[in-house]
Nanobody
Framework: QVQLVESGGGLVQSGGSLRLSCAASGRTSMLSRVGWFRQAPGKERQFVAT????????YYTDSVKGRFTISRDNADNTVYLQMTSLKNEDTALYYC?????????????????WGQGTQVTVSS
């Protein structure tokens, strides 16, 4: 019912910037929230940021607060994650996710739709 496609990942040096995109299609009017998660090798998938679908309510995990910004372009149903001051610990496969729930959405169980992921690698 909802499809998500991430793009924009790549290799960047520490301290650099990168913007990820998530194109949403299908029945996007059903959505209440969109989020970004990331998963490093050998680690669990972790919450990064979330944005209400129709509003401007946002939340971030502490490790990215002040460095990452999540936003949405209402015109084309695209969600962005602007990443600055990148660190080696930011290296991970980044997933876009969408939720039907009105809740804050800090857990992977809060989301029903997922993209395929885009790789972000930060080198020193």
């Amino acid at each position: 019912q909802v499809q998500l496609v991430e793009s924009g990942g790549g290799l960047v040096q520490s301290g650099g910037s990168l913007r990820l995109s998530c194109a949403a299609s299908g029945r996007t009017s059903m959505l209440s929230r969109v989020g970004w998660f990331r998963q490093a090798p050998g680690k669990e998938r972790q919450f990064v940021a979330t944005h209400s679908w129709s509003g401007r309510n946002t939340y971030y995990t502490d490790s990215v607060k002040g460095r990452f910004t999540i936003s949405r372009d209402n015109a084309d149903n695209t969600v962005y994650l602007q990443m600055t001051s990148l660190k080696n610990e930011d290296t991970a496969l980044y997933y876009c996710a969408a939720s039907l729930s009105w809740r804050v959405g800090l857990s992977i169980s809060d989301y029903q739709y997922w993209g395929q992921g885009t790789q972000v690698t930060v080198s020193s």
